[in-house]
């Protein structure tokens, strides 16, 4: 499948490798589909644990810088994820924070909510299937009569791949929409001029509302907040007038946005616009903005409207975020 | 053991509020100094991220002051700071910050004895709740 | 001197994991450990979510089958509001869903089952892959599996909005219909999986199954286990990948139990061992009786395989002929052959296949019906569906506004961790003996035993370079090397 050119640039290493994650970023960049053919052509897969054989051990013998780009997908969770980030930061030129959980946490990040003991207690313990009188717990040795067996130290905070080594570029989303990540490939090969480092690429500089498709008014003005369940959407007019929460102003677009094509509205995967660096904080500053009463308690009743302001305004970027994990 | 003196960043919004203060001042009333003034020119220019970058830097509590409804100077930016603080209220609660740290008064340009009552208040309440642990808990991680 | 292989990390399938081989003195397997390293802890931070809400963030437990995840959800959430969606809605969840396993199974078998079986299991490492099965039967074959994968997730975006973590659902119901045009336009694309599934059944008919020794490695390597199987059925006991019961069927294939959503309580249990961060289902009604198989052992597993032994059949024509087929060419139900699963899976594929063609020409498939009230007070509520590696159980709890309280989340692998660890240890013990050299195939051999169960990612991926670079390091009791093998 090779094509043979002598003109043909030298091929560049390009590996892609997951922390605390689910496998979708993986998958964007697998729906390349036919166009495959044209990434293989200009790149060598050197360590991609989901698809090829390649081993931690071959990582390490590798030459420092010797990979040219890094996709580095999934949070930072656990000692394992923390090991390969410096790993990988020492073994490539351009290391770049490839989707939410890279960026700025993900729903990986949710776990800031709690903290090791709380998830273990519930994953370990009170799970209404679980059976687990002697309350064991993973660990990170375990004496076995044939050897000693090791897992990874599960830490107390999620955090950001920007959070544990230094990175090159972000390039967001849930997963990344694959178009974009074809674009800053392309960009890369070609050896177009990159933005300055610490740029989000593969998105655009704007929010969501500037891509978005349904009809809006100037003004927005909201009395009453509703859950998706509470409307009949009329398909048509902007969630947020509607009254529903949609992350659409204080998010990023760049993801052809393919929840509110789905009729749902947005929860911010792509992260905060360029000119804002909390996604919470700009979205509490637009419906405070929007809210359409200027009596104290009307406007507490209205707020009170809104259920989860924390899960839903940082629902992808907990970790990343001014607070960046709950006080227990 | 030392004893706790919370730190209060404080928002006062130049034309009223700031005044008020300053009034406190001048008339030599005496009131906590735990409170750290910063003007900003309306209550409404309080962004959200004043407020959240105030607790992570390690403030035990933020307090923000504005003109009374309806005497703004731009006319509606108290109302807007209004509506963000109590969106801000239910947020810090979720994020385990006891909601008297955070607080919302108006207070006019003669009200210097008012402010001055309302700063010990502050400084009483956050006192008895202790230090604000949320910046500890973000360095310290693993 | 316990003598030891470490393989970190494994690769080619979803998520972490890494398996300990020890030796005896003498050279043979003494025991294998399988362990998953990874955790991040949904069943905890769904609390204090809308429920409404979950059904987007559990698609993120897997981006390879979030569709999964979310009709479980769906399923959940409905169950928590006391309420069955339209007749329309139900059937546009399930055409989706056929879709979703449309793709994800021609995936699997063409990037990480056909190279074991086209190819050889120990044939050159560099011939091992996709590239190589290409090379056997045919570059067109590389094009359509893209093509055909792609169809399939266009139709997941037509009809779930984001293309991978789907948006379609809400409790009551879905949040978006079919045009006609949009029907049309699937009803021709169903037929042409149709013929695509008819074709891989060719080529697995062709190329293994007329090939004796992989008859016989299917039949007799070490590669068996007997378990209980489990999976979904329909109200005739035919398979169903989205609504029905869970029928569980004993190593002799009689029936050990049929339970409904709310019920999955009373009949599966799961443990805790301080080498995983993964728990061990079992089957509750007979207990744990540790990593061993047979019809006194608790341990189950949930497979393509399993959902065909649990069965009584399939609900189509062309995937029933190929269901009758398949037991009378292994000996007769059920069916302990852990390679099967290949064959099984195609059999499904080929039944996905034919269900999305029945669902796109039902005339309530445009129908406008969407969303069913929701009248009562959110509860509490059990979502059960046959994800493509096993039976998956999301079970919630609510406040009376509907805001999440608990959740318990049973997944579809997770259902296998003690089969897979058995399956491993099994192969590894049949393998790896005194006096074998512990070479690539020997080791690659090891791998096929994990990987019959579906890793859960799916990859369509090109550009395998066929190498499967190994190093066995045989430690002291010291940790000092003493012997290394390695392949690159």
């Known amino acids: 499948m090779e094509v043979t050119d002598k003109n043909a640039k030298p091929k560049i290493k390009l590996a892609v490798y997951w922390g605390a994650a689910c496998g979708g970023c993986c998958v964007s960049v697998l729906d390349v589909h036919e166009s495959l053919f044209d990434v293989v052509a200009a790149a060598d897969l050197v360590f991609w644990p989901i698809a090829l054989d390649t081993k931690y051990k071959d990582v390490e013998a590798m030459a420092d810088q010797e990979i040219d780009v890094t996709l580095f997908n999934g949070a930072v969770r656990n000692s394992e994820n923390e090991h390969l980030a410096h790993l990988l930061r020492q073994k490539t030129k351009v290391l770049v924070a490839y989707g939410s959980c890279a960026h700025m ?65 972000y390039l967001p989303g849930c997963p990344p929409q694959t178009e974009r990540l074809v674009e800053v490939f392309m960009a890369i090969v070609t050896g177009a001029e990159l933005p300055p480092k610490g740029s989000v690429v593969g998105a655009l500089e704007k929010s969501q509302c500037d891509e978005c498709n349904r009809k809006k008014t100037d003004n927005k003005t909201i009395k009453e907040f509703h859950r998706p369940i509470d409307i009949q959407d009329d398909g048509e007019t902007c969630f947020l007038e509607q009254g529903v929460i949609c992350m659409g102003p204080a998010t990023r677009g760049g993801c052809g946005v393919r929840c509110i094509e789905g009729n749902a509205p947005c929860r911010g995967c792509y992260g905060p616009p360029a000119d804002a660096k909390d996604p919470g904080a700009k979205m509490m500053s637009a419906i405070g903005t929007m809210i359409d009463s200027n009596e104290e308690e009307e406007i507490k009743k209205i707020v009170d409207q809104i259920d989860d302001p924390a899960g839903t305004f940082y629902r992808f970027s907990l970790p990343g975020s001014i607070i960046r994990r709950k006080l227990l | 053991m030392e004893e706790f003196k919370p730190t209060i960043v404080s928002f006062l919004c130049n034309w009223c509020s700031y005044t008020g203060a300053d009034l406190a001042g001048t008339s030599r009333m005496k009131y906590a100094p735990n409170i750290r003034v910063i003007r900003v020119m309306c209550s409404g220019r309080v962004d959200p991220t004043f407020v959240l970058t105030a607790f992570k830097e390690g403030a035990d509590g933020v307090l923000i002051c504005g003109c009374h409804p309806g005497d703004c100077h731009y006319h509606e930016g108290n109302y807007k700071c209004l509506r963000r603080y109590h969106l801000l209220q239910k947020y810090i609660q979720q994020m385990g910050i006891h909601k008297d740290r955070l607080r919302l008064a108006w207070v006019s340009a003669s009200e210097g004895k008012q402010f001055a009552e309302l700063a010990n208040e502050m400084t009483e309440t956050v006192t008895a709740l202790g230090p604000c642990e949320i910046k500890e808990v973000m360095e310290t991680l693993a | 001197m316990s003598k030891r292989i470490t393989i970190d990390p494994i690769t080619r399938l979803e998520g972490h994991g890494k398996v300990e081989i020890f030796l005896t ?20 931070f769904c609390e204090g979510r809308p429920v409404e809400e979950l059904a987007q963030i559990v698609t993120k437990i897997c981006g390879v089958c979030p569709g999964c995840h979310h009709m479980a959800s769906g399923k959940a959430a409905d169950a928590v509001y006391g309420v069955e969606p339209p007749p329309t809605a139900k059937k546009l969840r399930e055409l989706f869903y056929m879709a979703h396993f449309v793709h994800s199974h021609i995936a699997h078998f063409y990037a990480l089952a056909a190279p074991d079986f086209v190819v050889g299991p120990t044939a050159p490492a560099a011939e091992r892959n996709v590239l190589g099965v290409i090379n056997k039967v045919g570059v067109e074959i ?10 399939a997730q266009e139709i997941q975006a037509l009809l779930g909005g984001h293309q991978t973590h789907v948006v379609m659902n809400i409790p009551g119901g879905v949040r978006k219909g079919l045009t006609a045009e949009q029907r049309d336009d699937i009803v021709e694309k169903s037929k042409g999986f149709i013929e695509f599934s008819k074709f891989s059944l060719q080529v697995f008919n062709d190329i293994v199954l007329g090939n004796e020794t992989y008859v016989d490695i299917i039949l007799n390597g070490p590669y068996s286990l007997k378990l209980h199987s489990m999976g979904m059925v329909d109200e005739n006991n035919k398979v169903n990948f989205y609504d029905g019961k869970v029928r569980v069927v004993d190593v002799e294939g009689n029936e050990h139990c049929k339970y409904s959503p709310n019920e999955y309580m009373d009949y599966v249990e799961e443990r805790v061992e301080p080498w995983s961060y993964l728990k061990f289902p079992f089957l509750k009604k007979i207990g744990w009786k540790g990593f061993v198989d047979g019809q006194d052992s608790g341990v189950y597993h949930a497979t393509p395989l399993s959902r065909l032994n649990a069965a009584d059949g399939m609900a189509t024509p062309l995937a029933q002929v190929e269901y009758d087929r398949m037991y009378e060419t292994l000996g007769g139900k059920p069916v302990h052959a852990t390679l099967a699963m290949h064959w099984a899976r195609l059999i499904e594929l080929l039944y996905s296949a034919e269900r999305a063609l029945e669902l796109a020409e039902d005339p309530e498939i445009i129908g406008t019906d969407l969303r069913a009230p929701l009248d009562n007070v959110p509860n509490e509520g059990v979502g059960i569906v046959e994800a ?69 990612f799916s990859c369509a991926t090109h550009n395998q370079p066929g190498k499967m670079p190994l190093v066995v390091n045989f430690r002291n009791k010291e940790g000092e090397i003493i012997r290394t093998a390695s392949r690159d």
């Open chain 1, 105 to 169: 946490g993900g729903i990986p990040g949710l776990g800031n909510f709690s903290d090791r003991e709380g998830i273990f207690e519930r994953v370990y313990d009170t799970t209404e299937t679980t059976v687990n009188p002697d309350k064991i717990r993973p660990q990170q040795e375990t004496k076995m009569k044939e050897g000693i067996l090791e897992l990874p130290e599960f830490y107390n905070d999620v955090r950001s791949l920007d959070q544990v080594v230094d990175v090159d570029y």
């Open chain 3, 25 to 44: 003195d003498e050279g043979d397997v003494d025991n294998v450990y399988f362990q998953v390293p990874e955790l991040r802890g949904f069943e905890k």
């Open chain 3, 142 to 151: 590389g094009t359509e599996v893209l093509k055909q994968r792609r169809i």
């Open chain 3, 388 to 456: 493509q590696r096993g039976t998956l159980t999301h079970h919630y709890w609510t406040d009376e506004k509907g805001i999440v309280t608990k959740a318990n989340i049973v997944v579809g692998t997770t259902n296998n961790n003690a089969a897979i660890c058995m399956s491993l240890k099994k192969a590894a013990q049949g393998l790896i003996k005194k006096g074998v050299e512990v070479n690539d195939g020997i080791l690659n051999m090891v791998e096929m035993a994990f990987r019959a169960y579906d890793p859960c």
